[in-house]
């Protein structure tokens, strides 16, 4: 994977979302970086990443390509940030391994009590609708501004920088081709995903939503936070989906306390270190 790394001191990963990328961490990196090595990859059919025909984009399968890339870049373990649907990608990665992360901080995670999503993964799982987005999606940067500007609580907010960044890497069709796969498994992971998380609950954890999240639904914080037994919410009033876009100073000051409180300085957990049921 293609990657941005920046600053000394223990790793900090960030996994972007869906139709996201590395640009995803540009007002964070800066700053987490003056007390962290950050790493930000763009994951497959993302940024600069190509995707590979075929590969598997169930969420177990994402999950440990992550940690491989931990393997590659030398991480030995990390803190581990993950945004919407790279946010149920570090939960899973947290899972396989979780020995070797020391914090998690999910920003608005995909999870399984959120209904948002659902429904589409369902019709856009079939053959017809899912030809005709490929062919149109790419294609139509009404319909990109649109769904852009229905990510923030305060569209006023989006500078025309941040739009144009978001918008160039879906001139071509590789975003979509791996986010129609992700949806293809979408409500089976989301079962998968609640069953590993008795696996990462003594794992220190920051949850950030906005307040007017419109894609993952913030009342569904609340029976998340009770999964794990060190868990701090941070809810950001008036903001969308995209905190770090939207609201960025608030956004690395939670980060950095959260952070600074002496957090995964312990062990994590004795675990063994991969699931016992991998991805297909």
């Given at each position: 994977?293609?990657?941005?790394?920046?600053?000394?001191?223990?790793?900090?990963?960030?996994?972007?979302?869906?139709?996201?990328?590395?640009?995803?961490?540009?007002?964070?990196?800066?700053?987490?970086?003056?007390?962290?090595?950050?790493?930000?990859?763009?994951?497959?059919?993302?940024?600069?990443?190509?995707?590979?025909?075929?590969?598997?984009?169930?969420?177990?399968?994402?999950?440990?390509?992550?940690?491989?890339?931990?393997?590659?870049?030398?991480?030995?373990?990390?803190?581990?940030?993950?945004?919407?649907?790279?946010?149920?990608?570090?939960?899973?990665?947290?899972?396989?391994?979780?020995?070797?992360?020391?914090?998690?901080?999910?920003?608005?995670?995909?999870?399984?009590?959120?209904?948002?999503?659902?429904?589409?993964?369902?019709?856009?799982?079939?053959?017809?609708?899912?030809?005709?987005?490929?062919?149109?999606?790419?294609?139509?940067?009404?319909?990109?501004?649109?769904y852009f500007r229905r990510l923030y609580g305060d569209s006023r907010r989006i500078r025309q920088e941040t739009l144009e960044g978001y918008l160039k890497p879906l001139l071509g069709p590789e975003p979509f081709r791996y986010g129609l796969a992700v949806l293809r498994s979408w409500n089976r992971d989301l079962r998968r995903l609640e069953s590993v998380l008795p696996r990462i609950s003594r794992i220190p954890t920051l949850l950030v939503w906005g307040s007017r999240d419109g894609a993952v639904d913030p009342a569904s914080a609340v029976p998340l936070r009770q999964q794990f037994a060190d868990c701090e919410l941070r809810m950001m009033t008036g903001v969308g989906h995209l905190p770090y876009e939207e609201a960025p100073e608030e956004f690395n000051q939670a980060i950095l306390e959260f952070l600074g409180h002496g957090r995964g300085k312990a062990a994590i957990s004795t675990e063994p270190s991969r699931l016992s049921d991998s991805a297909e």
């Open positions: 994977m293609p990657f941005a790394r920046a600053g000394e001191g223990p790793a900090l990963l960030l996994v972007h979302g869906l139709l996201g990328s590395s640009f995803s961490w540009r007002q964070a990196i800066p700053k987490m970086a003056e007390q962290f090595t950050v790493y930000a990859p763009d994951l497959p059919g993302a940024g600069l990443a190509e995707l590979p025909p075929g590969m598997n984009c169930q969420l177990e399968a994402c999950g440990e390509r992550l940690l491989r890339f931990m393997d590659a870049t030398g991480i030995k373990d990390c803190h581990l940030l993950g945004t919407s649907h790279g946010g149920a990608v570090a939960i899973m990665a947290a899972a396989l391994d979780p020995r070797r992360i020391r914090t998690l901080i999910l920003v608005a995670p995909v999870n399984p009590w959120s209904a948002r999503g659902k429904v589409l993964s369902i019709l856009l799982s079939r053959m017809v609708p899912a030809f005709a987005f490929l062919r149109v999606a790419p294609r139509l940067r009404s319909l990109q501004e649109f």
